[in-house]
């Protein structure tokens, strides 16, 4: 399809956007858009991933997105979940559902097991086919960690030391899945972060799934200035929750390679003792 389109570039952007699992050649023939504009779209997303500007245009988006969040909630139930009991809970059974929903139902995953291995669980209970690495730093949560392991037969092979160790030693492509549950802020883990990604150590359709902090507090060193520059601030508490979650969001496509290889596919905010957020991170290409 050569010729141009009536639409808007709004419209455009936004149908690229929606579609971006598609190839330049069948978002043009399904919509009626010259591949001309598919790329100019293309382009544009980029540099706004680059620039970090993407708070207006919503950019989770993906051929799997799902609307909404009670698809995930159904899906969970029929799973058996319990869907209640601890918030934390919810994201771990939220992150379950996103990885038997993903094509890579089998293979080796990066995991924080910490001392009862809930997370392990809840996934090996609708993807029995998975094993893990269970990385701790922790000496004490590591002595226990393995407890359990023992205990409860499960296939996770425990390591103790820092995470950026074993992601330093994979190639591309090593990991099924990986759990990047640090519950802390993201301008403190974003080195994990930007290295699993810009190097490709998720499989293709792999999920990268990430808790942290929606955090108010202030930080230092480059990622906190950098994370900082990503959304705006203000002296009233709610407000700074909103603009930590632009920034969260933001922050995270800048880490992200150029190219559009990954997708943020859902945000899943919760809170028990604190206010925390899961973003479930796919590569699509
Ligand atoms: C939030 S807990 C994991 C919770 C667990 N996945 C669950 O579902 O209950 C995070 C654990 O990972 C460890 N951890 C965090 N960042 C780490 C890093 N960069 N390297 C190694 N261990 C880390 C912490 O010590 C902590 O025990």
New binding site residues.
Partial sequence: MSAKSDLTKEKIYQIVFDNITLTTYEISEKFGISTREVGGARRHHTILQKNGGLVKEKITHSKKRLEKSDELVKIAKEKGFSGGGEK?DL??ERMSVHSLLSDVKNGLCF??????????K?LLKVLPDLNFIG????KW?YKD?VRTIKKDSLPIKPYF??????LKNSNSDRFAHL??????TLFN?AD?IQYTMQNDLVQKNGLICI?ACRTTRVGKGRWFDEWKNCGGFSTNIEDNRTYCDQRNENFLHKLMPLGCKYVLLDIFKYRDTSDMCLYVIQRIR
């Fill in positions: 934390k994201a771990r995991s924080f097991t910490h001392r009862k291995a809930e997370l392990e809840s990385i701790e730093c922790d949560v960690m030391g820092y995470a950026i160790d074993v759990y990047l549950d640090f519950c802390g883990n994990d808790t």
